[in-house]
């Protein structure tokens, strides 16, 4: 069963950046889409972004689009996630998570494996 281990978050203060990284237990395949999703205190788990393990293929909120960019490196099987210019509501835990297909990408329930999770705090 493919295990997926986020690193990298931490405190940053207003309009900074931080890169968190995913690293998956063994290969990705093909199929995957690998997606990174967030979720503030008291609130639901929503969609930041997603790459298409096939062909690179990325997909964004349209709330971080802009300022968020989501990689891959397929020879560490590692997806990440660079953000920059974060705000204090970019707070949450984020979380990796891998799905087969391309379909609904944005939808939390389409992805069957996900981390543990890291925490962003950005200060204003």
């Known amino acids: 069963q493919l295990q997926l281990v986020e690193s990298g978050g931490g405190l940053v203060q207003g309009g900074g950046s931080l890169m968190l990284s995913c690293a998956a237990s063994?290969?990705?395949?093909?199929?995957?889409?690998m997606g990174w999703f967030r979720q503030a205190s008291g609130k639901e788990r929503e969609f930041v972004a997603a790459i298409s393990w096939n062909d690179g293929s990325t997909y964004y909120a349209d709330s971080v689009k802009g300022r968020v960019t989501i990689s891959r490196d397929n020879t560490k099987n590692t997806v990440y996630l660079q953000m920059n210019s974060l705000k204090p509501e970019d707070t949450a835990v984020y979380y990796c998570?891998?799905?087969?297909?391309?379909?609904?990408?944005?939808?939390?329930?389409?992805?069957?494996?996900w981390g543990q999770g890291t925490q962003v705090t950005v200060s204003s």
């Open positions: 063994r290969r990705i395949f093909s199929m995957y889409v």
């Open positions: 998570a891998a799905k087969i297909g391309t379909m609904r990408y944005d939808l939390r329930n389409e992805y069957a494996l």
